[in-house]
């Protein structure tokens, strides 16, 4: 099955400081890598996606890369600012829409943006 | 739309009790998840569910059982607890198909611990 492994574990940045968590994937037939962001004792929330077929996605302040042939991807935060503390988990997709979708995750990193 | 909801939000269980734990979705979305989330780690599948009357293990099914009787419903039972199931444990839901994002919502978990 899917293997995903998540780096760094924690991860702390002064505000406005860049924040970027790696995650590499095993199965070569995934096709889609959600990110979720974890705030304390809060429910997961999907906060960015991309699939196989795009390498670069942005959403105002967050990033995602993806290198196929590495098989890994990245989430890139800019202007970190406090409330993006909290935990992001990355996860890989195996099976396409029409079966069954799931997903395995990462471990997760703990970022703490500090003033 | 509610979403997804889970009852109870917390639970205390004894060692060999039993307990089922509710969660319901008014998305209609026909895939369903049951995951566990240990204290530092990430979410680890547990059952899935690609539709009424079809369920199929994740990656940690042992000691859990699911039943989905209809779409809006997807039930967790706990038989003979063991201090090894304490953890936070969420229900999720996605649209099917080749043409959605697929992404998964999150109920606000069960907070189960076994003593």
């Known amino acids: 099955g899917e293997n995903v492994e998540q780096h760094p574990s924690t991860l702390s940045v002064q505000e406005g400081d860049s924040a970027v968590i790696k995650c590499t994937y095993s199965?070569?037939?995934?096709?889609?890598f959600p990110w979720y962001k974890q705030e304390l004792g809060k429910r997961p929330q999907l906060i960015i996606d991309?699939?196989?077929?795009?390498g670069e996605k942005k959403d105002q302040r967050i990033a995602v890369t993806l290198n196929k042939t590495a098989k890994h991807f990245s989430l890139h935060i800019t202007e970190t600012q406090p409330e993006d503390s909290a935990v992001y988990f990355c996860?890989?997709?195996?099976?396409?829409?029409?079966?069954?979708?799931?997903?395995?995750f990462g471990t997760g990193t703990r970022l703490q943006v500090t003033l | 739309n509610a979403g997804v909801t889970q009852t109870p939000k917390f639970r205390i269980l004894k060692i060999g009790q039993s307990m089922t734990l509710q969660c319901t979705q008014d998305?209609?979305?026909?895939?369903m998840y049951w995951y566990r989330q240990d204290p530092g780690m990430g979410l680890k599948l547990i059952y899935y569910?690609?539709?009424?009357?079809?369920?199929d293990k994740g990656e940690v099914p042992n000691g859990y059982n699911v039943s989905r009787s209809t779409t809006e419903d997807f039930p967790l039972r706990l038989e003979l607890a063991a201090p090894s199931q304490t953890s936070v444990y969420f229900c999720?839901?996605?649209?099917?198909?080749?043409?959605?994002?697929?992404?998964?919502?999150f109920g606000p978990g069960t907070r189960l611990t076994v003593l």
């Open positions: 991309i699939r196989s077929n795009v």
């Open positions: 199965d070569s037939a995934s096709n889609y």
């Open positions: 569910s690609v539709g009424a009357g079809i369920t």
């Open positions: 999720a839901s996605s649209a099917a198909g080749l043409a959605v994002d697929n992404e998964q919502f």
């Open positions: 998305m209609n979305h026909n895939y």
């Open positions: 996860a890989a997709r195996d099976g396409w829409g029409g079966t069954a979708s799931k997903l395995t």
